[in-house]
């Protein structure tokens, strides 16, 4: 019974009719446009196996966005945007086949409703001729009857492995928000030299009828340095890190991550030589905190994530032959 349980063929067949109409007016250096989609979709679930499913779905759904721009002689870049967006479940969501493990089990809900997104941001991003570009922009997004995936336990031995097991089933549980900003420069002092930092501030709620709002504050830097040694080798340094992120009744940790490489360009441009090492602290941990009213689990894992790239090329004429290895994991 339990390969059986684990055995079986899902297919989701999706066709969409998709139509827009919109309307766009400039003045000068402000351009405003305004756009309706309209979509209609049909969803078609056809599963075997243990639980078979055969079912057809229909969605209709109209979204509507706002854009504005302005720009300026000097070079200053404005943007508002608003947009409203209907999210509707899919095959995954809706199926009633289960989906076994050895101790757990997913399946869909047929009551699931359509969720509803709202988003406002503005931008502004400046450009300047030689030295690089600066950019922030702010957003606002909050979406009503968002469908989330719960875990819990069964409250009794499942009727097919004959013991008490962990399920998940999406529920449009939860009301949730995410506003922030996010800001990018880049900076060029010279033709051999060019260092860029995006970076990310934002606070994410969950909110779920008779319990305490779930937030949280997260950020993100990513940093790139390029530069050239005595013009005949490139060098590139990159690094990215986060703090926790939050989802519903769950928080996932993240590590840093440093890539560093070197390029160098010989023999009057006939040969190239490259090196790279992905992940120089072999860091790829991943940790997943659940703790749902009923049923808590906490996970981690770690994959060797470290590599070595080699490349060389040597080029006669207008024919390039290239020759690229790659190896080195962790531990190797």
């Known amino acids: 019974l339990p390969d059986t349980l684990r055995n079986g063929i899902s297919d989701y067949y999706t066709q969409t009719l998709t139509a827009m109409v919109s309307w766009r007016h400039e003045w000068k250096?402000?351009?405003m446009s305004v756009e309706l989609y309209g979509k209609q979709s049909w969803l078609h679930i056809l599963s075997t196996g243990f639980f078979p499913d055969d079912t057809l779905f229909r969605f209709f759904t109209v979204d509507p966005s706002l854009n504005?721009?302005?720009r300026t002689s000097s070079m200053h870049y404005w943007r508002f945007r608003l947009t409203h967006s209907v999210n509707t479940p899919t095959g995954d969501d809706l199926t009633t086949t289960r989906s076994y493990s050895d101790d757990s089990y997913s399946t869909g809900n047929r009551t699931l409703k359509n969720s509803y997104t709202e988003k406002a941001s503005l931008s502004w991003n400046r450009y300047?001729?030689?030295n690089g570009n600066m950019g922030i922009e702010a957003y606002a997004n909050y979406t009503s009857g968002g469908i989330e995936s719960i875990t819990a336990s069964t409250p009794y031995a499942d009727e097919y492995l004959g013991r008490v097991i962990s399920f998940s089933m999406p529920m449009n549980i939860a009301s949730s928000y995410k506003a922030g900003a996010d800001g990018n420069i880049t900076y060029r002092p010279a033709a051999w030299a060019n260092i860029s930092l995006n970076a990310s501030i934002y606070r994410q709620g969950y909110a779920v009828e008779g319990e305490p709002m779930q937030e949280l504050i997260s950020w993100d830097i990513y940093t790139r340095l390029w530069t050239k040694v005595a013009?005949?080798?490139?060098?590139?340094?990159?690094?990215?890190y986060g703090n926790p992120t939050l989802g519903l009744y769950s928080r996932e940790e993240?590590?840093?991550s440093i890539g560093l490489g070197a390029s160098a360009t010989l023999l009057d441009r006939r040969l190239s030589l490259r090196v790279s090492i992905s992940d120089l602290l072999d860091n790829n941990l991943n940790s997943m905190t659940v703790n749902t009213p009923r049923y808590a689990s906490s996970r981690s894992s770690h994959i060797n994530s470290r590599y070595i790239t080699f490349g060389l090329t040597w080029r006669i004429g207008k024919l390039d032959l290239e020759y690229q290895a790659h190896g080195g994991a962790a531990g190797q």
């Open 231 to 240: 013009k005949l080798v490139n060098i590139e340094a990159n690094i990215r």
């Open 128 to 130: 300047f001729k030689k």
């Open 254 to 256: 993240r590590a840093i």
């Open 68 to 70: 504005i721009t302005h």
């Open 29 to 31: 250096r402000t351009t």
